[in-house]
């Protein structure tokens, strides 16, 4: 059974810094690229950062300096570390497997207050 878990989600100060983690099954995660998402209210989810299978990084325009992918594939776990988080950051993040359709996670919600 395939699945793509996200976690590490909560409510943070401006400044502070969350790492959300990713956790997929061997199958889909062996491979293939991962990518986070995110989706504040009322507006289309974008991509954040991307990290091919074997690491190549890339970021939003937005998030750059900020924000850190990365992979293990021995725990078939990719993360997304946070650094000096703004209001704007806030959103429901997503974690993407491309291969076939795409798998996606249920989301966690990180909120940064001002």
């Known amino acids: 059974q395939v699945h793509v878990v996200e976690s590490g989600g909560g409510l943070v100060q401006a400044g502070g810094s969350l790492r959300l983690s990713c956790v997929a099954s061997?199958?889909?995660?062996?491979?293939?690229?991962m990518r986070w998402y995110r989706q504040a209210p009322g507006k289309q989810r974008e991509v954040v950062a991307v990290?091919?299978?074997?690491?190549?990084?890339t970021y939003a325009v937005s998030v750059k300096g900020r924000f850190t992918i990365s992979r293990d594939n021995v725990k078939n776990t990719a993360y997304l570390q946070m650094n000096s988080l703004k209001p704007e950051d806030t959103a429901v993040y997503y974690c993407?497997?491309?291969?076939?359709?795409?798998?996606w996670g249920q989301g966690t919600q990180v909120t940064v207050s001002s």
């Open positions: 990290i091919s299978s074997s690491g190549t990084t």
């Open positions: 993407n497997v491309a291969v076939g359709a795409g798998y």
């Open positions: 061997g199958s889909i995660f062996r491979g293939n690229v």
